[in-house]
T-cell receptor
Framework: AQSVTQLDSQVPVFEEAPVELRCNYS??????LFWYVQYPNQGLQLLLK??????LVKGINGFEAEFNKSQTSFHLRKPSVHISDTAEYFC?????????????FGAGTRLAVHP | GAVVSQHPSWVICKSGTSVKIECRSL??????MFWYRQFPKQSLMLMAT?????????EQGVEKDKFLINHASLTLSTLTVTSAHPEDSSFYIC?????????FGAGTRLSVL
């Protein structure tokens, strides 16, 4: 079965510092990978996606992620974070199951940006 | 990106009553929509897949009679929590796919007293 592991449940960081949120997945087939962000009491907003092509994917709000097939990883990075980046971040993999493309989510990483 | 609207954003109800949550795709048609449940500080758990014009597909362990799903049109799916009890209190989120991407509603916070 496919799964997603987010290695850090919480990541504290100071404003303007770089950050990396780690994500590993298990899959024996080609995958689509996603990072979503969730602000308190809100739904999920798509940050970026990897469907095919270039392994370095750029998303909104200055985030980027690199798909590494050999390491089965899809780590999220930002060179300089802002207070407003404080949120919960979810990594997800799309799997075909029961006739549908479903998302399997990691447990989430809480990014806390401090002044 | 595509827009998915979810209503209401917050609902409080008495134990034993039923609550309906709506999920609409505003600028695209969705033959499939997904319903998730999220407990505090936890990830999203897929509850069921809603199919336009046919029965929903429920994940293992999800009570079909407790969580009624109707997908009557290509832009609207509803989740009804029947005879709600305090343990049903949670954050419910819907999503609708277009292409290979799922777009999410803003979620509904259900509090059952």
């Amino acid at each position: 079965a496919q799964s997603v592991t987010q290695l850090d449940s919480q990541v504290p960081v100071f404003e303007e510092a770089p950050v990396e949120l780690r994500c590993n997945y298990s899959s024996s087939v080609s995958v689509y990978l996603f990072w979503y962000v969730q602000y308190p009491n809100q739904g999920l907003q798509l940050l970026l996606k990897y469907l095919s092509g270039s392994t370095l994917v750029k998303g909104i709000n200055g985030f980027e992620a690199e798909f590494n097939k050999s390491q089965t990883s899809f780590h999220l990075r930002k060179p300089s974070v802002h207070i407003s980046d404080t949120a919960e971040y979810f990594c997800a993999v799309s799997v075909f199951s029961g006739g549908y493309n479903k998302l399997i989510f990691g447990a989430g990483t809480r990014l806390a940006v401090h002044p | 990106g595509a827009v998915v609207s979810q209503h209401p954003s917050w609902v409080i109800c008495k134990s034993g009553t039923s609550v309906k949550i709506e999920c609409r795709s505003l600028d695209f048609q969705a033959t499939t929509m997904f319903w998730y449940r999220q407990f505090p500080k936890q990830s999203l758990m897929l509850m069921a897949t809603s199919n336009e014009g046919s029965k929903a597909t429920y994940e293992q362990g999800v009570e079909k009679d407790k969580f009624l799903i109707n997908h009557a049109s290509l832009t609207l799916s509803t989740l009804t929590v029947t005879s709600a009890h305090p343990e049903d209190s949670s954050f419910y989120i819907c999503s609708a796919p277009t292409g290979n991407i799922q777009y999410f509603g803003a979620g509904t916070r259900l509090s059952v007293l």
